[in-house]
């Protein structure tokens, strides 16, 4: 079975804080793929990256970072220096090779106080 | 680019009456999927067409609900008859990968908030 765990229901910094939401994944599968999406209070959902399980490369995107250890089965995002714009929830995914589905996990609540 | 257009954003409706929810895709794009949000399930694919054929409605939760995309640019979920349970966000999503839409995501729409009373 597949599943996504996203264990930080809530987390609030203050501005300018570093912050790291965590994600854990299960699967069977040896080919997968890792998406993190953006719900701001606007209420759409934003695309912000894809990991494929053959690529284990951090990366860094201006203030965002991934980070994804096969080992530990986690594909965790930091936040550095947040700001109020941060403030959203936040999503993991995971999708296997054989099947388009996505399955989210119940999301990280991020408030970024000012 | 105006981006996956749905409507409307917003939708009351009495039980046991009929619901329509629109999406118009992406132009180009060639998967377009319907998820469902709720506080007590999260977000649960419904169902996903590629080349305007439904290729998984699995997660349709019954016969009640249905789905077509009767062209590229348009799609339809309706709920006959609706429940208080069906009150939920809908979105509609749709992606181009050239047959591998995992690598570009999916761009959502902004979603429609149904209320059953």
């Known amino acids: 079975a597949q599943k996504v765990t996203q264990a930080q229901t809530e987390i609030s910094v203050v501005e300018k804080e570093d912050v790291t939401l965590d994600c854990v994944y299960e699967?069977?599968?040896?080919?997968?793929?890792l998406f993190w999406y953006k719900q701001p209070p606007s209420g759409e959902l934003v695309f912000l990256i894809r990991r494929n399980s053959f690529d284990e490369q951090n990366e860094i995107s201006g203030r965002y970072s991934w980070n994804f250890q096969k080992s530990t089965s986690s594909f965790n995002f930091t936040i550095t220096a947040s700001q109020v714009v941060d403030s959203a929830v936040y999503f993991c995914a995971l999708s296997s090779s054989g099947t388009y589905k996505y399955i989210f996990g119940t999301g990280t609540r991020l408030k970024v106080l000012a | 680019d105006a981006g996956v257009i749905q409507s409307p954003r917003h939708e009351v409706t009495e039980m046991g009456q009929e619901v329509t929810l629109r999406c118009k895709p992406i132009s180009g794009h060639d998967y377009l999927f319907w998820y469902r949000q709720t506080m007590m399930r999260g977000l649960e694919l419904l169902i996903y067409f590629n080349n305007n054929v439904p290729i998984d409605d699995s997660g349709m939760p019954e016969d009640r609900f249905s789905a077509k995309m009767p062209n590229a640019s348009f799609s339809t979920l309706k709920i006959q008859p609706s429940e208080p349970r069906d009150s939920a966000v809908y979105f509609c999503?749709?992606?181009f990968g050239g047959g591998r839409p995992r690598d570009y995501g999916y761009t959502f729409g902004s979603g429609t908030r149904l209320t059953v009373v």
């Open positions: 699967t069977r599968d040896t080919t997968y793929y």
């Open positions: 999503a749709s992606s």
